[in-house]
């Protein structure tokens, strides 16, 4: 997995992000790992620079004055990996959600089936989520399903926060340009992908919900996504 970072933004994920760090670092001694840390009260960039210790020029941290969104914290994200060497920039959550055993499914993807976009796809086999509530997979299946409607993407999970980028499409979309800070950030750029016809392909993978800290789903960010979808949706129909 040669020329490949894995962006895990954190805010107070103090119980999560020793496990994720060494877990992730197990798949490849080629993987490097950026953390975007919005100041956690709880410490974990702390815990992240005293990591750095073990794993010299692997282990990266950006800290940002305040919590602004997981959207912001990707960009920014994107943004440093960009200044950099790398080929293969993934996105992935700090609370192992997204497994990281799977990161060489998404990487295969890219390097060797020639994807520009792979995805973690809870709902590309049917519907792969652990420790749920149903109203939350309903909620959530639902909201892939409306967005595939409005959008005309032919993504199963629209939603999800598991994928890997080819340097190129990165380079490509217009990140200053980007709203969304929430769920619906994930929406705009995989659309903005789709947009200008960058191959994506869908890896079934099995989501599991944190253990460990505080799900920081809130209803603000689920409005953003319902409303968000169709503005961008009728933005992009005027710019044509």
């Not at 060494?22 to 798949?27: D, I, N, R």
Request: glycine share 4%.
């Amino acid at each position: 997995m040669k020329d490949t970072v894995v962006i895990i933004p954190t805010y107070n994920e103090i119980e999560n992000i020793e496990a994720i760090i060494k877990a992730v670092f197990s798949q490849s001694d080629s993987i490097h790992i950026l953390v975007v840390d919005d100041n956690s009260p709880d410490l974990t960039a702390l815990k992240v620079k005293e990591l750095q210790a073990d794993f010299p020029n692997r282990l990266f941290l950006e800290i940002r004055k305040e919590k602004s969104g997981l959207g912001t914290a990707y960009i920014y994200g994107f943004k440093w990996c960009l200044n950099k060497h790398y080929e293969y920039i993934f996105e992935m959550d700090a609370d192992f959600s997204h497994n990281p055993d799977d990161l060489i499914k998404l990487y295969n993807a890219c390097h060797i089936d020639g994807a520009d976009l792979s995805i973690g796809s809870r709902y590309v086999t049917g519907v792969n989520v652990v420790n749920w509530p149903m109203n939350r997979v309903l909620m959530s299946y639902c909201a892939s399903k409306y967005v595939r409607i409005i959008t005309g993407m032919k993504i199963h999970d629209t939603t999800a926060g598991y994928v890997c980028y080819k340097r190129h499409v990165l380079e490509t979309i217009n990140l200053d340009a980007i709203k969304f800070i929430g769920y619906a950030f994930q929406i705009e750029m995989k659309f903005k992908t789709y947009l200008k016809k960058f191959k994506i392909i869908e890896i079934p993978v099995i989501f599991t919900d944190r253990t460990k800290g505080e799900s920081k789903l809130s209803s603000g960010i689920i409005s953003e996504a319902i409303f968000g979808v169709i503005s961008m949706k009728l933005k992009s129909l005027f710019k044509k």
